[in-house]
């Protein structure tokens, strides 16, 4: 195979706890991840020569948004040079060509999903035959929400996000997310999680989000989505507030923002709900769109 292409989902946290920052200047998570068919694609295609080059086509509406790096700093990069490095295969080279549609720096880990998406490509043009667990422990060293986007569905994350087990978890739910013009570093709104909650206890799933999980029952979930990041990033950003209210108002039921932020989630009932979400959270000038979301959906996979 000379070349390959990668579909990748974003992520959502349902809930997100965390504690106080760790020795190594991480957090302990407890969190539950689900994977949305909100997706990126990552072209991969094999080179004669040692060269990693990364291309990015933009689809998303952020004008206020961060540039993507497309140099050896770019996660994607990053990824395949260690696979690379691992396999002692330091002449291998190719070609990355991202097609994104996930928000960059929304809280959904678009890059982090490129890196997945690149790790699995270049497994296969590269005909490096590393199992799913073998790519897993490597993306662990890439970024703590790696692992997950290989892994797909709905899942627990440990650890600093990277332990990942999978949830019971039935039926389908509706999402619309919600997001702006403009991005949120996450190692800045951990840092103001650091100001505002220096003491803050080791994190817990709360069980009643797991029962609402396992019941396939969206008004339970609703109820019990929550964030630990959610003060930070208000903080930073203070017209997320307002906007998690007018979510609640539209009859949503729940609105939570996506991990690190700035991206709003809004979980609806059915399709029809959440179209009548989107038209209602579209009249305000302060986002950038609007976007319908199924999940869970399957992790990084070759199409
Ligand atoms: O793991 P990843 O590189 O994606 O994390 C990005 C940044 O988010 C880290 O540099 C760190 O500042 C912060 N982070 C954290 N605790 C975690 C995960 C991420 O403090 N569990």
Avoid at 11 to 36: E, M, S
Avoid at 166 to 180: E, I, K, Q, Y
Avoid at 249 to 274: D, K, N, Q, R
Wanted: charged share 20%; with cysteine.
């Amino acid at each position: 195979m000379n070349s390959a292409t990668v579909r990748v989902p974003a992520k959502i946290n349902l809930a997100l706890g965390v504690g106080a920052r760790r020795d190594d200047g991480f957090h302990p998570l407890a969190t539950v991840y689900q994977a949305i068919d909100l997706c990126d694609e990552v072209h991969v295609s094999a080179r004669d020569d040692d060269q990693i080059t990364v291309t990015v086509a933009r689809e998303i509406d952020q004008p206020e948004g961060p540039q993507i790096p497309l140099d050896g700093t770019n996660l994607a990069v990053r990824a395949v040079a260690l696979l690379r490095e691992r396999m002692g295969r330091p002449d291998l080279g190719l070609d990355l060509a991202i097609r994104k549609v996930i928000p960059v720096a929304g809280g959904m880990a678009g890059g982090s999903a490129d890196a997945a998406g690149a790790l699995v490509g270049a497994n296969a043009v590269w005909s490096a035959g590393w199992t799913r667990d073998e790519l897993t422990e490597l993306a662990a060293e890439i970024g703590s929400d790696v692992p997950f986007l290989l892994h797909g569905g709905t899942a627990m994350g440990a650890g600093r996000g990277e332990v990942i087990s999978p949830v019971l978890a039935r039926g389908t739910f509706h999402w619309v997310c919600v997001t702006m013009p403009y991005g949120l570093s996450t190692a800045e709104v951990f840092a103001e999680f650091d100001r505002l909650r220096p003491d803050a206890p080791e994190p817990k799933v709360p069980a009643e989000l797991l029962q609402a999980l396992a019941a396939g029952d969206p008004v339970a979930l609703g109820q019990a989505l929550s964030n630990d990041l959610t003060e930070a990033a208000v903080s930073i950003r203070h017209g997320l507030r307002s906007l998690q209210h007018y979510g609640h108002t539209l009859g949503a039921l729940g609105a939570v923002i996506s991990g690190s932020g700035p991206t709003m989630l809004l979980l609806a009932e059915s399709h029809e709900h959440a179209l009548d979400l989107m038209a209602g959270m579209a009249a305000l000038d302060t986002i950038a769109d609007v976007l319908h979301a199924i999940g869970p959906v399957q992790g990084a996979h070759l199409v």
